[in-house]
């Protein structure tokens, strides 16, 4: 058996890791969804619950994948008691990365393809119904989309081919670094706007108003979904990174790292849309329709929008990318845990799979548009087995896997959870009590509210 790769530094890690979380979610939905439920105080809940929902289990994914050195494949059956049947998760987590995988890349694909158009120029001198329209264009051409689908998953492949310190760790920090600093440099413009400070109260200050309006139970139902949805949490895309570090820090505070980081892109998103949209008047609409629409209006306004445009997509693709990295990084390093394969066995094999799995998003949105279930088409269809299945489920497992003892046990995961230096996991009796009985009680409510509101 070869050696485990390690990652060559503590910013790495903490870069990718923050990468596998940040994604489209942070970007269109965490600023459409805040300005849905009342801004400022909507923020605040979602960071409350950020931390007692969501940083527990992350702290758990890590102390999983780093005490067994193994991606989900194997990382349950090293652990878990003999004679257990924990290590069935594994079917459904790695199941649930290629489900991610299958219309994620289609969006990222959107993303790529929106750079390339603003950089082109296609919507210089566009009004309004033509921008519309270019998005329209896009989303009903079937073999446009393919292509853009195939290119993003094929850079994705080719950084995980080069292995995980030349390949995966080098670029995805680069990007990371890049992406922090073109968001920067779009905040400042945005907020040098006229009228920019409109926009920033409606973001930031708390209005209880609009909270009441939305139903104070609907946001803090929509603050909890959106801080357990946005850390990627469930299906082991983040334990295989815990499987790459050493022992040197504690895991709560790498854990803190990440999320914050993760929270900052979400935070900072919200600062160039509002502003950006109060300067020209623009409602800021909500979901797809905020980045495609919305925005590219907003360039077109700007002096020098074209240049602003650029960078904003340029963002968009690496915030999809490092996502998109991520996972397959995952789904690649199971398949060689599980059968031993070599690097480059487990990235064509997978590659192939994964391009032809990304197929049906793209045809039910063309050829296959009239297929729906429940009022789904195929990509809210996989959107909602990911999110709102097997994302807290499988948290729920990794959180009785870690406190009880029937799985891998409280001081266990303590154990490991607190190994080298830095901020220690509390481990009195309060707290371990509300992770064993109150957590997944929240955890269930909101796997259970997913579908009354599909129903209604």
């Given at each position: 058996m070869?050696k485990?790769?390690k990652?060559s530094?503590?910013l790495?890690?903490?870069?990718i890791?923050a990468?596998c979380?940040?994604?489209?979610?942070?970007v269109?939905?965490?600023?459409?969804i805040?300005g849905?439920?009342g801004?400022g105080?909507?923020?605040?809940?979602?960071?409350f619950?950020?931390f007692v929902l969501?940083?527990p289990?992350v702290i758990?994914?890590?102390?999983v994948g780093?005490?067994s050195?193994?991606?989900v494949?194997?990382?349950y059956e090293?652990?878990?008691p003999k004679g257990?049947?924990w290590?069935?998760?594994?079917y459904f987590?790695?199941?649930?990365?290629f489900?991610l995988?299958?219309?994620?890349?289609?969006v990222?694909?959107?993303?790529?393809?929106?750079f390339f158009?603003?950089?082109?120029?296609?919507?210089?001198?566009?009004n309004?119904?033509?921008?519309s329209?270019?998005?329209?264009?896009?989303t009903?051409?079937?073999?446009?989309?393919?292509f853009?689908?195939?290119?993003?998953s094929?850079?994705g492949?080719a950084v995980?081919?080069l292995g995980?310190?030349?390949?995966?760790?080098k670029?995805?920090?680069?990007?990371?670094?890049?992406?922090?600093f073109?968001m920067?440099v779009l905040?400042?413009?945005?907020l040098t706007?006229?009228n920019?400070?409109?926009?920033l109260e409606?973001y930031l200050?708390p209005?209880?108003?609009?909270?009441k309006e939305?139903?104070?139970?609907?946001?803090?139902?929509a603050?909890?979904?959106?801080?357990?949805?946005t850390?990627?949490?469930?299906?082991?895309?983040?334990a295989?990174f815990?499987?790459?570090?050493?022992?040197?820090?504690?895991?709560?505070?790498?854990?803190?790292?990440?999320t914050?980081l993760?929270?900052?892109v979400?935070?900072m998103?919200?600062l160039?849309?509002?502003?950006?949209c109060?300067a020209?008047?623009?409602?800021?609409?909500?979901?797809?329709?905020?980045?495609?629409?919305?925005?590219?209006?907003?360039?077109n306004?700007?002096?020098?929008?074209r240049?602003?445009?650029?960078?904003?997509?340029?963002?968009?693709?690496?915030?999809a990318?490092?996502?998109?990295i991520a996972?397959?990084q995952?789904?690649?390093?199971c398949?060689?845990?599980?059968?031993?394969?070599s690097?480059?066995?487990?990235?064509?094999l997978?590659?192939i799979?994964?391009i032809?799995?990304?197929?049906?998003?793209?045809?039910?949105m063309?050829?296959?548009?009239?297929?729906q279930?429940?009022?789904k088409?195929?990509m809210?269809l996989e959107?909602?087995?990911v999110s709102?299945?097997?994302?807290p489920?499988?948290s729920?497992?990794y959180?009785?896997f870690?406190?009880t003892?029937?799985?891998?046990?409280?001081?266990?995961?303590?154990k490991?959870a607190?190994?080298?230096?830095?901020?220690?996991?509390?481990?009195?009796?309060?707290?371990k009590?509300?992770?064993?009985?109150i957590l997944p009680?929240?955890v269930?409510?909101?796997?259970?509210?997913?579908?009354?509101?599909?129903?209604?």
């Open positions: 070869e485990r790769e990652f530094s503590r790495g890690f903490i870069l890791s990468g979380a940040i994604g489209l979610g942070n269109w939905r965490f600023p459409y805040t849905q439920y801004g105080a909507f923020v605040l809940i979602y960071l619950f950020l969501g940083l289990i758990m994914e890590f102390a780093r005490a050195q193994k991606s494949a194997l990382s090293v652990l878990e257990t049947k290590h069935i998760h594994k987590a790695i199941a649930g990365n489900l995988m299958m219309f994620y890349t289609t990222g694909g959107w993303m790529l393809a929106y158009k603003m950089v082109k120029g296609e919507f210089v001198g566009a309004a119904e033509d921008i329209n270019i998005f329209g264009t896009l009903s051409n079937r073999n446009e989309m393919i853009w689908m195939v290119l993003i094929l850079l492949l995980c081919s995980l310190e030349k390949g995966v760790e670029i995805t920090k680069a990007m990371m670094v890049s992406l922090f073109i920067i905040v400042v413009r945005s706007l006229p920019a400070m409109e926009g409606f200050k209005d209880l108003s609009k909270m939305a139903g104070i139970g609907t946001t803090v139902f603050a909890m979904g959106q801080s357990f949805f850390l990627s949490i469930g299906i082991g895309a983040l295989i815990g499987s790459y570090i050493g022992k040197e820090r504690a895991l709560t505070g790498e854990a803190i790292s990440v914050l993760d929270t900052s979400a935070i998103a919200g160039i849309i509002f502003p950006a109060f020209f008047g623009i409602n800021p609409g909500e979901g797809p329709g905020l980045v495609f629409v919305t925005l590219p209006n907003v360039f306004e700007m002096a020098g929008g240049i602003w445009g650029s960078l904003f997509f340029l963002f968009m693709t690496f915030a990318l490092s996502t998109v996972v397959f995952n789904i690649i390093t398949t060689r845990d599980l059968w031993g394969w690097l480059k066995k487990a990235t064509w997978n590659g799979l994964l032809i799995l990304g197929l049906p998003c793209v045809l039910g063309t050829d296959w548009a009239g297929f279930i429940g009022g088409n195929i809210d959107d909602f087995l709102n299945n097997l994302l489920l499988g729920v497992v959180l009785l870690c406190v003892r029937y799985g891998w046990g409280w001081d266990n995961f303590l490991e607190n190994t080298g230096e830095g901020i220690k996991f509390p481990g009195g009796k309060a707290f009590f509300y992770l064993t009985y009680l929240i269930l409510f909101i796997f259970v509210q997913g579908y009354i509101t599909m129903i209604k």
